[in-house]
């Protein structure tokens, strides 16, 4: 990446002015989101399908989700995105002390969920409730509820791995506010990571009720 | 003609092309790729049609038959016809239409390339890893139960998918935010048009392509009860998930095709583009309805009639914007002055072909005609109408069109018109034969057929080795010119577009100074009172 000259350091020199570079990510971020949606659509369809076939073995299987520890995940992803919003914010309004600490915090809670989630999946795979042909629960009433935890393990393990993913974005954005890179006049890798996040964000607000709340 | 260095030059050196960001370079790159893929598709397709020759055993067991088929479907599909046009020529060229210095994501476009390389490796290890004789639909259960070769291909073609993903990506954000000053949407050329639409669906089709791709594999290793019926899933979800990525796919295939043509039309036939408008949003138009089809490649799987008779209409209705096109071609050739160098005689043959290739997709579109059709040679002979008489014409055309511009070197015009009618003759004596023997019930992917076929598959077999022999003679004088020195002038067809205003081989940086923008893409008086 060439910098061209000291007075916009990160600006790549096939873009004229800073605005264009930063409206060019945003598009390309905004789209990147919309293939993430088209993504986890596939799984919401096959979900729903699945589930319309076999609704007894779904509302069974879902029991065995614990809805205060998934409620508590839910709460502590929204705040995270609340940060990460406040993150931006700083960056926005040159407060670089504020942006470092609001990035730590949202790393803080991305850090919860994932233990939270590495308690549940213990618990999962102690009961032997796995996806697939590794289901090996005893005493179901009603068959079928390994294809509940097939789409249980798919849909919060890609979660899960986009929660990993934004970890390492968030991180380096870190980096580089601690190295002193963002300013009101360019901080388009925190908006950016910002909007992903609150996409990973987003798709947990739909996975909880459609996994923990089946009536 | 080029002075000092251009964007071939300025650097040597392996590292200096594995690694660029300039998009010239990685076009290049991908052309090569692209054509090595081509011709391993071609020797595969080769050895099918000599297999056919006969009816019983010819050269190669029913198995080897079965792989050698799903190779050259995978390979082609996959690795030559998704990215062809846009991966290459775009690349290249549409940065140089807009009069900017590169796309909008550099590094983003050079990992599409290197995803691109890891994916075909993927799939040829496939070859190695026990072979995969499911066609390159996969379709379920026989993909969720075959053994080795199905876990590599379909992981590979789930890493093209995002190399195809980022170069959408990338497009739709260079055309918004990198046009020239004074280019404004209905200035730019219809090639831009063109891939705009193809990065619509390349960015919203593709990952649903995915996770179908993710879900097949889950089902293969762990047993999770989707796609196979025994599990309680549902081998028919696979299709629906399957056809909804991959009839908008011919699209991101043909739209990119339609595009060249937009261009070689009009500058061969010195003319104003007929029907600039339609032809725009005729594009836009077959990348949104494209995604409502995907059900009339399921007519005999059992979905309900009136699902049927739905997606039928929509296919009626799709046919509707590539008439517009293909009318508005017509009508710029209408008391033009035609020259036929070598790139306007494959825009013909592509006119040519590719109204067969539409026409003959209505018979499959009316429900009466397809159950009589479906899965017969008639089908066969119908893609690839579609596919090498549009798309791979097409990408032909614009070889030959941009060759100078890429390259800085003029090849042989007179056996490049060889070439071009040893192509046009060989791909009919190939496929028309198909027509007749589908329509009489010869069944497609079959190793064996009943001996009243073996004429026409004779003839099918012969017509495969003409075009061979014109693709043969096209390597030669192709890479003949590349052993001269540049004598490319900077615009040696007389076209109004902004890339042929630099130098052939361009600089790295494209333009000398940013070009401001003063006639139209297809204003040639303009261009003749300027010179």
């Given at each position: 990446?060439?910098r061209?000259?000291a007075g916009?350091?990160?600006?790549?020199?096939h873009?004229?002015?800073?605005e264009?570079?930063f409206?060019a990510?945003?598009?390309g971020m905004?789209?990147?989101?919309v293939?993430?949606?088209?993504?986890?659509g596939?799984?919401?369809?096959?979900?729903g399908?699945?589930?319309?076939?076999?609704?007894?073995?779904?509302s069974e299987?879902?029991?065995?989700?614990?809805?205060?520890?998934g409620?508590t995940?839910?709460?502590?992803l929204?705040v995270s995105?609340?940060?990460?919003?406040m993150?931006?914010h700083a960056?926005?309004t040159d407060?670089?002390?504020?942006l470092?600490?609001f990035l730590?915090l949202t790393l803080?809670?991305?850090?919860v969920?994932l233990g939270i989630?590495?308690?549940e999946?213990s618990?999962k795979?102690?009961?032997?409730?796995?996806?697939?042909?590794?289901?090996?629960?005893?005493?179901?009433?009603?068959?079928?509820?390994f294809?509940?935890?097939s789409?249980?393990?798919?849909m919060?393990?890609l979660?899960?791995?986009?929660?990993?993913g934004?970890?390492?974005?968030?991180?380096?954005?870190?980096?580089?506010?601690?190295q002193?890179?963002?300013?009101s006049?360019?901080?388009?890798?925190?908006d950016?990571?910002?909007?992903?996040?609150?996409?990973v964000?987003?798709i947990?607000i739909?996975l909880?009720p459609l996994?923990?709340?089946?009536? | 003609?080029?002075e000092?260095t251009n964007y071939?030059t300025?650097?040597?050196?392996?590292?200096?092309?594995?690694f660029?960001v300039?998009h010239?370079r990685i076009?290049?790159?991908y052309?090569?790729?692209?054509?090595?893929?081509?011709f391993?598709?071609g020797v595969?397709?080769?050895?099918v049609r000599?297999?056919?020759?006969?009816?019983?055993?010819?050269?190669?067991?029913?198995?080897t038959y079965?792989?050698?088929?799903?190779?050259?479907g995978?390979?082609?599909?996959?690795?030559v016809?998704i990215?062809?046009?846009a991966a290459?020529l775009?690349?290249?060229?549409l940065?140089?239409?807009?009069g900017?210095?590169?796309?909008?994501?550099p590094?983003?476009?050079?990992?599409s390339?290197?995803i691109?390389?890891?994916g075909?490796?993927?799939g040829?290890?496939?070859?190695?890893?026990?072979?995969?004789?499911?066609?390159?639909t996969?379709?379920?259960p026989?993909s969720t139960s075959?053994g080795g070769?199905?876990t590599?291909?379909?992981?590979?073609?789930f890493i093209?998918g995002?190399?195809?993903?980022f170069t959408g990506?990338n497009?739709?954000?260079t055309?918004?935010?990198?046009?020239?000053?004074?280019?404004?949407w209905f200035?730019?050329?219809?090639?831009?048009?063109?891939?705009?639409?193809t990065?619509i669906?390349?960015?919203?089709?593709?990952?649903?392509?995915?996770?179908?791709?993710i879900?097949?594999?889950?089902e293969?290793?762990f047993?999770?009860?989707?796609f196979?019926a025994?599990l309680?899933g549902?081998?028919?979800?696979f299709?629906?998930?399957?056809?909804?990525y991959?009839?908008?796919?011919?699209?991101?295939?043909?739209?990119?095709?339609?595009?060249i043509?937009s261009e070689?039309?009009p500058?061969?036939?010195?003319k104003?583009i007929?029907?600039?408008?339609?032809?725009?949003?005729s594009?836009?138009a077959?990348?949104?309805?494209?995604?409502f089809?995907?059900g009339?490649?399921m007519f005999?799987?059992g979905?309900?009639?009136?699902?049927?008779a739905i997606f039928?209409?929509?296919t009626?209705?799709?046919?509707?914007?590539?008439?517009i096109k293909?009318?508005?071609?017509?009508a710029?050739?209408?008391?033009?002055s035609?020259s036929?160098e070598?790139?306007?005689?494959?825009a013909?043959?592509?006119l040519?072909l590719?109204?067969?290739g539409?026409?003959?997709?209505?018979?499959?579109?009316?429900?009466?005609t397809?159950?009589?059709?479906?899965d017969?040679?008639?089908?066969?002979?119908?893609?690839?109408?579609?596919m090498?008489?549009g798309?791979?014409?097409?990408?032909?055309?614009?070889i030959h069109?941009?060759?100078p511009?890429?390259?800085?070197?003029?090849?042989?015009?007179?056996?490049?018109r060889?070439?071009?009618?040893?192509?046009?003759?060989?791909f009919n004596?190939?496929?028309i034969?198909?027509?007749?023997m589908?329509?009489?019930?010869?069944?497609?992917?079959y190793?064996?057929?009943l001996?009243?076929?073996?004429?026409?598959?004779?003839?099918?077999?012969?017509?495969?080795w003409?075009l061979?022999?014109?693709?043969l003679?096209?390597?030669?004088?192709l890479?003949a010119?590349?052993?001269?020195?540049?004598?490319?002038?900077s615009n040696?067809w007389?076209g109004?577009?902004?890339?042929w205003?630099?130098?052939?081989?361009?600089?790295?940086?494209?333009?000398e100074?940013?070009?401001a923008?003063?006639?139209?893409?297809?204003?040639y008086?303009?261009l003749r009172?300027?010179a």
């Open positions: 990446m060439s061209t000259d916009e350091p990160f600006l790549q020199h873009f004229a002015t800073p264009q570079q409206e990510g945003k598009i905004w789209l990147f989101l293939t993430e949606i088209l993504l986890f596939g799984l919401f369809v096959g979900y399908l699945m589930r319309s076939r076999n609704p007894a073995a779904f299987a879902h029991h065995h989700l614990d809805r205060i520890l409620l995940n839910t709460v502590v929204l995105s609340f940060t990460m919003v993150a931006v960056a926005r407060r670089r002390k504020r470092v600490a730590a803080v809670f991305a850090g969920f989630k590495y308690i999946y618990h795979f102690h009961e032997g409730l796995l996806p697939g042909k590794f289901y090996s629960h005893k005493g179901d009433t009603v068959p079928g509820q294809q509940f935890f789409f249980y393990f798919m919060t393990g979660h899960g791995i986009h929660i990993l934004g970890i390492g974005a968030i991180l380096w954005v870190l980096r580089r506010s601690v002193g890179h963002f300013s006049r360019y901080y388009t890798p925190v950016l990571v910002g909007l992903y996040w609150h996409l964000d987003l947990w739909y909880f996994l923990y709340l089946i009536s | 003609m080029a000092g071939l300025e650097t040597r050196g392996l590292k200096s092309w594995l660029t300039d010239k076009g290049v790159m052309f090569w790729s692209i054509m090595t893929a081509l391993l598709g595969f397709a080769m050895l000599i297999e056919l020759l006969t009816p019983r055993q010819t050269i190669m067991s029913a198995e079965n792989r050698m088929f799903t190779l050259h995978a390979v082609m599909v996959f690795l016809l990215p062809s046009i290459t775009g690349n290249f060229v940065p140089l239409m807009l900017a210095k590169d796309v909008a994501f590094r983003l476009n050079l990992a390339y290197w691109y390389v890891a075909a490796l993927f040829l290890y496939s070859m190695i890893a026990g072979g995969i004789e499911t066609g390159w996969f379709y379920t026989y075959a070769g199905v590599p291909m379909v992981l590979a073609a093209l995002f190399s195809s993903i990506i497009f739709i954000a055309i918004h935010k990198l046009r020239a000053p004074g280019l404004t200035k730019m050329p219809l090639f831009v048009w063109g891939m705009y639409a990065s669906i390349q960015v919203l089709a593709t990952p649903i392509l995915g996770i179908t791709l879900l097949l594999l889950m293969r290793m047993q999770i009860g989707i196979d025994r309680g549902d081998p028919l979800l299709q629906h998930f399957f056809w909804f991959s009839h908008p796919v011919v699209y991101i295939m043909i739209l990119p095709g339609m595009a043509m070689v039309i500058v061969f036939s010195r104003t007929f029907g600039y408008k339609a032809i725009a949003f594009s836009i077959i990348a949104v309805v494209g995604f089809v995907w009339h490649h005999v799987s979905q309900s009639p009136l699902a049927g039928s209409f929509l009626f209705l799709v046919a509707i914007p590539s008439a293909v009318f508005n071609w017509l710029t050739m209408y008391k033009g035609i036929l070598a790139p306007m005689l494959y013909i043959s592509f040519l590719f109204a067969i539409g026409l003959t997709g209505l018979f499959l579109g009316s429900i009466a397809d159950v009589h059709l479906h017969t040679y008639f089908v066969v002979a119908h893609f690839h109408f579609v090498f008489g798309t791979v014409i097409a990408f032909l055309a614009g069109y941009w060759w511009k890429m390259f800085g070197r003029m090849y042989s015009e007179k056996w490049a060889v070439s071009a009618v040893l192509v046009f003759v060989g004596l190939t496929f034969p198909q027509f007749i589908g329509s009489r019930g010869m069944p497609r992917r190793y064996n057929y001996p009243q076929f073996q004429p026409m598959h004779v003839a099918s077999t012969i017509g495969s003409v061979g022999l014109g693709f003679i096209m390597a030669g004088y890479f010119s590349l052993r001269k020195p540049y004598d490319a002038p040696p007389g109004a577009t902004l890339e205003e630099t130098a052939s081989p361009p600089i790295t940086h494209n333009f100074t940013t070009p923008v003063t006639h139209g893409p297809y204003d008086a303009a009172s300027d």
